[in-house]
């Protein structure tokens, strides 16, 4: 987990209906000497509500360039939940929730593209985000990381903010086109991020991994690995997830790789 920038916090208050189970790892690979993603991971036990976040974020720009852009985007983010969490827990609609989402996604890249300008320097970061309050989520996401939910199936929910993807029905130019980014934070004044509400129930699993995951990784092999069986217990889903990372690095992928699970209990 070198060099990975991590806001971890955890606080229980009082017991709820549904649980969540949440472990995490990261690698910078067998390549690169830094590790450019950064992680943020809330879970709060609040009066009957429990709430979930996690944030991933995969840089770029070259070694301290894009450690600063997924750590700008990490430190914000968390700092609204922290500030935040009454409106939160009592947010009415879906929409309110959207919507601040939305300023805050807005906000991070206006944040990053003026430090870019005013140092005279490129940098960006891809952000996949998913809150979760008891049996709902609520997901944003901009770049190439992803966020899948796996229940008696594999669902990728977020979608890939490349050139690969835009090419899609051409197979032949999906690996030539995949690190093509179309989307990220801090490169442009303008972004169009995508948002999603959902519902999750009892055995749900959420994972959110940067791109180094998946380059080696077929969404049926993610399957075998993350699916609720296999993630009884925090210990359990660790081993599935260095499981995964060990395996991409012996498959040579050369960028950092970093996996948070999500298990609904």
Sequence with gaps: MKNLYLNYTKLEIRGVTMDFIISFNSDKGTVKSTNEDSLCIKQINIDDKHIVLCVICDGMGGLECGEKASKIAVEIFSKWFDD???????AFTDNQIINEL???????????????????VKLGTTLSSILIKDNK?????????????????????TVDH???????????????????????????????????VG????????????????HKFS??????VFNYKRLKNESEIQKQIMKSINLVKKRKE???ITVCVISCI
């Design 254 to 256: 050369n960028d950092n």
């Design 102 to 120: 939305r300023c805050l996604i807005n906000r991070i890249n206006k944040c990053i593209y003026t430090y870019g300008q005013e140092n005279n």
């Design 199 to 214: 519902q999750n129930k009892l055995h749900d699993v959420f994972l959110l991994c940067t791109d180094g995951l998946i």
């Design 162 to 196: 490349n050139l690969a993807a835009s090419n899609i029905n051409n197979s032949k130019n999906i690996k030539k086109y995949s690190n093509i980014l179309l989307q990220c934070l801090g490169q442009t004044k303008e972004i169009e991020p995508m948002f999603l």
């Design 84 to 90: 935040n969490l009454d409106f939160i827990k009592n």
């Design 219 to 224: 969404d049926y092999n993610l399957y075998k």
């Design 137 to 157: 989520y609520y997901l944003s996401h901009i770049g190439d990381s992803r966020v899948y939910k796996i229940s008696d199936k594999i669902l990728q929910l």
